[in-house]
Nanobody, 123 residues
């Protein structure tokens, strides 16, 4: 079984910072892309930031210059450092991973989602 466990959400005032973490565990052979998505009430889920296993990153225009994604491949963990938070950043943030697992033989590709962590930014 493979799972992603997120942590670090909470309530913060506008202009503040939060750091989200997401750790992958289970029968994982390798992790390709990892990313963070968010979904605000009444809106579709959107990509916030993503990173490849080689460290290439991309960001939504709305968070460029404020958010930084990073990963620790040895720990199968991805982070999202969020600075200068705005009320419009309020959403449930989901971790996503594209990985290869060996729960079955042969190993297979799998896309996994975390359970989500709520980030609330007050004005």
């Amino acid at each position: 079984q493979v799972q992603l466990v997120e942590s670090g959400g909470g309530l913060v005032q506008a202009g503040g910072s939060l750091r989200l973490s997401c750790a992958a565990s289970g029968s994982i052979l390798t992790i390709n892309n990892m990313g963070w998505y968010r979904q605000a009430p009444g809106k579709q889920r959107e990509l916030v930031a993503a990173t490849t296993s080689g460290g290439t990153t991309n960001y939504a225009d709305s968070v460029k210059g404020r958010f930084t994604i990073s990963r620790d491949n040895a720990k199968n963990t991805v982070y999202l450092q969020m600075n200068s938070l705005k009320p419009e950043d309020t959403a449930v943030y989901y971790c996503n991973a594209d990985l290869v697992h060996y729960t079955t033989f042969p190993p297979r590709n799998l896309e996994v989602w975390g359970q989500g962590t709520l980030v609330t930014v007050s004005s």
